[in-house]
């Protein structure tokens, strides 16, 4: 960061701080025993081109306010994008008049005082990317054209985008807590249509980073994008049967998700997770650790409080395939009995250890089955653990790729697919906030003719 | 509509001293460029909902999104920005933002002559906050949470959500367009889990549209909602595992019509056919369906939940004859689609809120009433699936393959129905789906009023519908080979 972008980070961070505090002080006026709020404001340029042509340019200025405001054990929350004084004291009110309805729940409240973050590290999460739309416009082009240049049956394109945005989020509450978090996010993604005589088939290919010197040049994801769409052309459906399943590591890390989801507080309280009582039991095929690591530097999911002001730090959610512990907020916590985790708002930086296999190794090791490159549906039950979703990809022999497939379903139970990890890929895609390889699943039903 | 357009000019325009000649100065600012056509949306909503757990109404939360999208289109291009001020310098400064993306040397100095547009009221423009005291808004989901657990034993947990949001919305156009819209919309949901022997599942149910909250109260259709989420998860307790493969299957009436817009009307919006991307480009006038199909896409039912006085562009909305006794007839548009394609808009544009750009969209889309009788349907069945409840679904618009996830399926054997089975996903190809309807029952009904539609990352409130249907082979995402 420069110093002017220093400075002007600083100033805007004094702001927000400023309206977070006469927040507090207005629930407190109003009566609150406790409040929370949160400001966070963004601005960012998105910029697509589509055949050569600029198709949309568009300006994001954003800015919220949150308040919840706690009289005992009773909360209201409200939120508001309009800065005003007068709006920060109505927004105030809006939330303790619902407090006014709302019953009795000891669980409620701040998260506890000693956990508040103390220290706060520098992640490198805010790099600033001094693009104008013209620059902007210029790689987007130039990215879009890698694509379509790479094939005769690229005939078409959704375009290219290129977007950034610098955001600034400010939390505080009535332990006097106060911390602010700059981050940056840049995005290079283009996306082509392949097509022969059998049909079209899309696909894409993205970039996205903290730092704008560690996005993947023009020519890398334009040349992904249209050999993934390339790839697809003539798949067909095959015959019902099961399987072993290959996700490729981008759709590997929707089992990371599915299992977040399961761990978190808010579905085990209610009782709504295959993953209940299950801490000290092999959820996982042995062999298995996933871990979350919310400092690493310059990474999407690097966080140093969560939305509550409570410190993150290292810990581990699977040892040996044995689950070590939950996903909570303080309000989950309390309903388990539990301290918070520190995921108010999720997890940070969620990982399972890489195995030193890269994706023709595991195919190999697969011998015959499915690579799965894209799901569609949202089939999984995070209750009972049924999992059946769409899906795209290759049918393998003898470890080698033979045609693409589609219109597919692949079917199974969360419970048997984690109990059934075979390998983690080396080819760890460090794109979100679930890091994996490619994953290799022991059998699962594939529907289709 | 002078009326609604007068009513939100005051409550949103005059607070902030902005009048027929400020909109007129900035629309002359954004046309200062060589831009073809400009708009303003004006947007102001109160959103608030509660949640009921554990039989307490735990929480509720209420927020405001208020502001200006300025949008200039030049060619093919388009120039976005916003404010969320109702500040002539912030709009005036959105402007000059959005018009950067059209070369200089445009009209400028034009006098816009403002007129309204005609008259709609599919709704009441209410205010559905203010239609129930907040304390009756906290006895209506205790009233639902018991009736639920009244249902059965078995219930061991309910919760409930009401929620409401009071928008008003207006539309200034470059080509002299003022329209204006006050739209109320409600939902209430409930989710139940039992449990026997171990075996915990799951039932949901809700319903809601352009209204205000005594909708929930007429015909007790709260209660309603709790009962019927309390019979399917009983159902879901004695289900077994569901089958794999290409089955003959059978779907219900009313929300398994997510099937249409999964299958056919993502597909058929103008944006992909004008791109060229939809498994549909360029096939008007080609059967892609059996002759008993007649799909339509109708912004104009009363109070429904995908339904619009105007849409988000100030286009009247209108019901769009998609297929008719199987062939394709139309697109869904918004105006820069329509305009490049040489056609008119279909009232279709929509978006998520001034901050978000329009695109075209469906309002509520379903298919019209065939002839035969559902047990008819059912009983000609010898081996294969019906579904009656759906999650979600998704489509690839470029391949047209689409999946829709069933929540409460059963078997059919030799024409009955028997056991039920575990939700699966069930997947079929776009364009060719709908050849192979074989029965379209008599009995169309529409959802109750929960669906919402994503698309590049904006969602909107949309409807779905549609009689029995039979189709003859659609792929089961089971897990019993």
Known sequence: ????????????????????????????????????????????????????????????????????????????????????????VDTARAACTIAKYTAEDDCAGLAPRELMAREIPELALCRPWSLDMEQAITLARECE???????????????????????????????????????????????????????????????????????????????????????????????????????????????????????????????????????????????????????????????????????????????????????????????????????AGGVHNLMITPGEQDLPDLLDAMGEGLLVTELIGFGVNG???????????????????????????????????????????????????FRTGSILLDRMTIAGK | MTNMLEQVRKSLLEPAGIGDSELGKLMAEVMRNRVDYADLYFQHARHESWFLEEGRVKSGSHNIEQGVGVRAVSGEKTGFAYSDEFLLPALTDAATTARAIAQSGGSGGMHIQWHGGERRDLYRPLDPLASLADEAKVQLLERVEAEARRQDPRVTEVIASLAGVGEQIMVVRSDGVLAADVRPLVRLNVTVLVEQDGRRERGSAGGGGRTGYEYFLDEDRALEYAREAVRQALVN?????????????????????????????????????????????????????SEQCTVVDDGTVAARRGSLNIDDEGTPTQKTVLIEDGILKGYLQDTLNARLMGVASTGNGRRESYSHLPMPRMTNTYMQAGAYDPEEIISSVANGLYAVNFGGGQVDITSGKFVFSASEAYLIENGKITQPVKGATLIGSGPEVLTRVAMVGNDLKLDTGVGTCGKEGQSVPVGVGQPTLRIDGLTVGGTQV
């Open chain 1, 1 to 88: 960061m420069s110093q002017a972008e220093a400075i002007a980070t600083a100033a805007q961070e004094a702001r927000l701080s400023e309206i977070v505090t006469d927040a507090l002080q207005a629930a407190r006026a109003q009566g609150a025993s406790a409040a929370e709020a949160g400001v966070s404001a963004s601005q960012g340029l998105s910029v697509t081109v589509r055949l050569g042509d600029v198709e949309t340019v568009e300006h994001n200025r954003d800015k919220t306010l949150a308040i919840t405001v706690y009289f005992g054990s009773r909360t209201g929350s409200a939120s508001t994008s309009d800065f005003s004084a007068a709006a920060i």
């Open chain 1, 145 to 343: 054209d890698h694509a379509r240049q790479a094939d005769d049956r690229i005939t078409n394109s959704e375009g290219a985008t290129v977007s950034t945005s610098e955001g600034l989020e400010v939390y505080g509450n009535s332990h006097d807590f106060l911390g602010a978090i700059a981050t940056t996010r840049h995005y290079l993604g283009c996306s082509v249509i392949a097509q022969d005589d059998a049909g079209m088939q899309r696909d894409h290919w993205y970039s996205v980073v903290r730092d704008a010197g560690d996005l993947e040049s023009a020519q890398a994801v334009g040349q992904k994008a249209a050999a993934r769409a390339l790839r697809r052309l003539g798949a067909r459906q095959i015959t019902t049967r099961e399987a072993p399943v290959l996700y490729e590591a981008p759709m590997a890390a929707s089992l990371l998700g599915h299992f977040v989801s399961a761990a978190s507080g808010a579905n085990l309280y209610r009782k709504s997770s295959f993953l209940l009582d299950q801490i000290g039991e092999p959820v996982f095929s042995s062999g298995v650790n996933i871990y979350e690591r919310p400092h690493l530097r310059g990474a999407l999911g690097s966080t140093p409080f969560d939305n509550e002001g409570v410190a993150t730090h290292d810990r581990d959610l699977v040892v040996d395939g044995v689950l070590q512990g939950y996903v909570l907020d303080s309000y989950s916590g309390r309903k388990l009995k539990m301290q918070t985790t520190g995921n």
């Open chain 1, 383 to 433: 209750l009972t653990g049924d999992y059946s979703r769409g899906a795209v990809g290759f049918w393998v022999e003898n470890g080698e790729i033979q045609y693409p497939v589609d219109e597919i379903t692949v079917a199974g139970n969360l419970k048997d697919m984690y109990r059934g990890l075979r390998a983690v890929g080396a080819d760890v895609d460090t794109r979100g906030n």
């Open chain 2, 237 to 289: 307790l004695e289900a077994v595992d569901p089958p794999a493969g290409t089955l003959q299957v059978v779907l219900g009436p009313g929300w398994p019509g997510i099937l249409l817009h999964e299958a056919i009307g993502h597909g058929l919006e103008g944006d992909f056919n004008r791109k060229g991307t939809s498994a549909f480009s360029g096939r008007i006038g080609e059967k892609v369906a």
